[in-house]
């Protein structure tokens, strides 16, 4: 067994505790490299199926590819796609410019909370890691939200023995991050073992940039690199010094924004 | 689901590895050191946390590349665990940076419970303290014995050795006691980076390892393949024609064609296939830590929290086991509340009836007298659950033989199977259930052929009750009435085997009362076995009589019949007084139940 695989059979035991234990239970899936891998988990977990439904919260400022390969993607592998807006807020002339924070809290995390009320859903499965900033570094992989969506970071419930927190007051939610040990490097070499079609967004147009990490077009920009395939990101990634989310305008706003963000509920 | 060891090795095996010591002490700060010094951090990371650092009028922090909460940062203290990666010339690591601070001992046991090694950092100017101590205790029991100690501050104390081998002598002496042995004791200032990625001038006195080379010398666990099967059902999926077994391999191996047998339930099969999806080639066996899916070659009933292993390597089942346990919770642990215990898929109520000695985990001082403990104390007590559970000790097999404590909706507790000693009947007589099946020898006709002949399955009916309310009325009635309809009904009468079987029972009021009940199950489970319904009754105070009927017809189904005005417990069919007093339509109505579990299921159908 190697370090993919080990990380492969302990995601694949979280998604199984948290299929069991959630009667409504349902999965972001982002379109970014890092929630494809967890449909991908999820088809190993379940033996070639995906029997928990995919929520994909629509920003309207996605890039336009990204909702074409959903589309193709989700036919191909039959999925159950449940796609969420906050239509009151893009009404409303919401955007960017209104401030950053305001705008991934209006479109993302209310348009979140929009469909989980509107399914009822008591467990929602992310695919985010803890190299990615240092307030996931300190995520558990089942981490409840109370009815406000916030996120308690002060007092976290223990997590020993692969025994995670499956019960839980009504009104409440419970986060499930199966990949959260995973690295950047770890997905794009899952990728490459296990050939995932990913999004191209991800690799280097002619001019010589690529996305490293997806987000809504005005607030994600690109990285120099030459990396056109799978094998090259791998390669690239094992000589990188500068951290995978420093396209993402909104991770700069201030010093503990992503703190904030994610205490009131951001992914 | 591994790939065969078709995959290649992609990079060197990573090594889990734990900081934790009193709070204060430098645990945060050692790993920001190691993090800089070894060049793990991306660009820009330390002048980020320097404008940090200067907009709060503070000295370069290093502990602030961990401690990313804005509380952390401001109260200078990790309120929770973090997980950082880093590598070194010999292979990749996640460090867990674990709080010091008594406050959060359930985050620092989440960082811990699953290192394969741990550094416990000593301040040099503080001495040991009461964290350093209970961090100590709480890393035994979590079974995690690879410790170095870090005396850190050593600038702080001008270096002296003096300091440092009191320190030294003092804290040997306390894991002494706890059985553990530290791998070194490395002086050191994180601050500064002295001894941390390579040794420097300050301490010519000292001559082991930096801590980075001791890191690079603790060994990585071997998979525990080399220990007895043990697979803790998951979930059982049906999303297409296969009926597949999910759950994980704790330790051991499995191979297609391996007959197992699921505990407590002694149910037996074959593994037909082992599944996988898109994999090279379809698998034929398993090891430990693999997460996979098996099918059996005849559909027995298996359900989350059965414990599958090889037949001739069975796990122990019982209500009763002696534990060491430590306690996180709000509430304290105390003798007699009902809690629930998760033991890998088990989930089952259960409930302290001894603490044999409870203890303070700071100084290791018991606690006499005491029928609780209280948060961060440890204490070795007796459990009791409600059902059965399947475990083994923790010095066996460490990961079926752990568990943790649920209070409400919280984790409040973990704990370590010590020891077991069959105490209770119900133990003794499922003990020797279970010997009986295992040697069991079976019939060249298959309980399906008898089925299949009969029209019917083997089962024990057993109508229950206060006396009075009509109950052996009824089971004539639906022996009779099964009889006519073509089926093998008996009604085993308990008066008839206390006159012949029992004869030698003097006085059925006293002991020997459980005895009569084990006769009586034991005839059921010959008639069973013969392939009939068997229909029997209990009166309602004989509850411990029903419980050892049905465990020893086990593993026939077992169909209880209630005749109550107020129904208790779970019976399959409840009836009222009257309907019991009209036994032909009662007779009707169990009939018709039967028909629908497909207990009765006519003859010439097919299997």
Redesign the interface.
């Known amino acids: 067994?190697?370090?993919?695989?080990?990380l492969?059979?302990?995601s694949?035991?979280i998604l199984?505790?948290a299929?069991?234990n959630f009667k409504n239970l349902a999965m972001l899936w982002s379109i970014g490299k890092d929630s494809t891998i967890l449909v991908w988990l999820a088809?190993?977990?379940?033996?070639?199926?995906c029997?928990i439904p995919l929520v994909h919260i629509d920003t309207t400022y996605k890039i336009p590819a990204m909702i074409e390969y959903r589309d193709r993607v989700a036919k191909e592998w039959g999925l159950n796609l449940v796609v969420g807006k906050n239509q009151k807020a893009l009404d409303e002339g919401m955007n960017h410019e209104k401030g950053r924070l305001v705008c991934c809290e209006a479109l993302k995390t209310q348009g979140l909370q929009c469909i989980m009320e509107e399914h009822g859903y008591t467990g929602l499965i992310l695919g985010i890691r803890?190299?990615e900033?240092?307030?996931r570094?300190?995520e558990?992989y089942f981490s409840p939200r109370d009815k406000n969506f916030e996120w308690n970071?002060?007092d976290?419930?223990?997590?020993?023995?692969d025994?995670y927190?499956t019960?839980?007051?009504d009104d409440t939610h419970i986060r499930i991050h199966p990949i959260l040990?995973w690295?950047e490097l770890n997905v794009w070499?899952y990728i490459q073992?296990?050939k995932i079609p990913i999004i191209d967004l991800y690799f280097a147009s002619p001019e010589g940039t690529r996305y490293r990490s997806l987000g809504c077009a005005p607030c994600t920009g690109t990285i120099d690199s030459t990396a056109k395939n799978v094998d090259e990101i791998v390669e690239e990634l094992k000589n990188c010094?500068?951290?995978e989310r420093?396209g993402r305008a909104q991770d700069q706003e201030n010093?503990?924004a992503m703190?904030k963000l994610r205490a009131r509920g951001y992914m | 689901m591994g790939n065969n060891g078709n995959a290649p090795d992609l990079s060197s095996r990573l090594l889990r590895l734990v900081i934790v010591g009193h709070v204060d002490h430098g645990k945060s700060t050692l790993v920001g050191r190691l993090l800089s010094d070894t060049g793990t951090l991306p660009e820009g990371k330390l002048d980020f946390i320097r404008d940090i650092c200067k907009q709060q009028g503070k000295d370069f922090e290093y502990a602030f590349l961990l401690d990313a909460l804005e509380e952390e940062q401001e109260q200078g203290i990790t309120i929770d665990t973090s997980q950082i990666f880093f590598s070194t010339a010999k292979r990749k690591y996640v460090i867990i940076d674990a709080p010091g601070h008594k406050e959060f001992l359930k985050n620092m046991v989440t960082g811990a419970a699953d290192a394969e090694a741990a550094l416990l950092l000593i301040d040099a100017n503080e001495g040991v303290q009461e964290q350093s101590r209970r961090h100590g205790y709480i890393l035994k029991l979590l079974g995690l014995t690879q410790v170095a100690v870090v005396i850190n501050k050593m600038d702080l104390v001008g270096y002296d050795e003096k300091v440092y081998s009191n320190i030294k002598k003092e804290y040997t002496a306390f894991m002494e006691s706890l059985g553990i042995e530290a791998r070194e004791f490395i002086p050191v200032s994180a601050k500064l980076g002295v001894n941390i990625a390579a040794l420097k001038d300050e301490m010519p006195w000292y001559k082991g390892p930096s801590v980075l080379d001791m890191v690079d010398q603790f060994e990585k666990k071997p998979p525990p393949d080399h220990l007895p099967f043990r697979f803790p059902v998951q979930d059982v999926y049906k999303f297409d024609e296969r009926r597949i077994i999910a759950g994980r391999v704790e330790s051991g191996k499995l191979k297609a064609g391996d007959r197992v047998t699921f505990s407590p339930s002694n149910k037996q099969a074959v593994v037909k296939t082992i599944e996988a999806w898109s994999v090279p080639e379809q698998p034929s066996a398993a090891t430990s830590s693999e997460s996979i899916g098996f099918t059996l070659d005849e559909q027995i009933f298996v359900e989350r929290g059965d414990v599958c292993t090889l037949t001739d390597q069975l796990p122990i089942v019982s209500t009763t086991f002696d534990a060491n346990v430590f306690w996180m919770g709000k509430r304290n642990l105390e003798k007699g509340r009902k809690f629930v215990i998760k033991l890998n898929t088990q989930e089952v109520e259960c409930e302290v009836v001894d603490f044999k000695k409870a203890i303070d985990a700071s100084t290791l001082e018991t606690l006499t007298n005491q029928d609780y403990i209280a948060k961060n104390d440890v204490a070795e007590l007796t459990l009791s659950t409600r059902n059965p559970v399947a475990f083994d000790l923790f010095g066996s097999i460490a990961t079926t033989g752990r568990f943790v404590l649920v209070d409400e909706f919280d984790v409040c507790g973990g704990g370590i199977i010590t020891t077991y000693t069959p105490a209770t009947k119900e133990d003794k007589l499922r003990d020797e259930v279970r010997t009986r099946d295992f040697n069991w020898i079976k019939s060249e006709i298959k309980p399906e052929e008898r089925a299949y002949r009969n029209g019917h399955r083997a089962t024990l009916i057993l109508i229950t009750g206060d006396p009075g309310t009509g109950k052996g009325p009824l089971a004539r009635t639906l022996e009779h009435s099964l009889f006519q309809n073509n089926f093998q009904s008996y009604l085993l009468d308990r008066r008839n085997v206390n006159l012949g079987l029992g004869a030698d029972l003097d006085d059925p009021k006293s002991n020997s009362e459980s005895e009569s009940a084990r006769r009586l199950g034991e005839v059921a489970k010959l008639f069973l076995d013969a392939g009939h319904v068997v229909i029997s009754t209990s009166n309602a105070f004989h509850q411990e009589d029903q419980a050892d009927l049905k465990l020893l017809a086990n593993p026939y189904p077992v169909v209880e019949i209630q005749v109550a005005s107020q129904p208790t417990g779970e019976p399959d069919i409840a009836l009222t007084l009257e309907e019991a007093q009209n036994a032909k339509d009662a007779s009707h109505k169990i009939q018709e139940f039967l028909k629908e579990k497909k207990i009765l299921m006519g003859h010439n159908y097919s299997i």
Do not use: C, V
């Open positions: 067994m190697d370090h993919l695989d080990e492969e059979n302990q694949i035991f199984r505790e299929y069991k088809r190993k977990a379940f033996f070639g199926h029997p803890r190299d900033e240092g307030t570094a300190k558990r970071f002060k976290q419930p223990p997590e020993l023995w025994q927190k019960s839980f007051a040990h690295t070499e073992r296990e010094t500068t951290s420093s010093t503990y703190q």
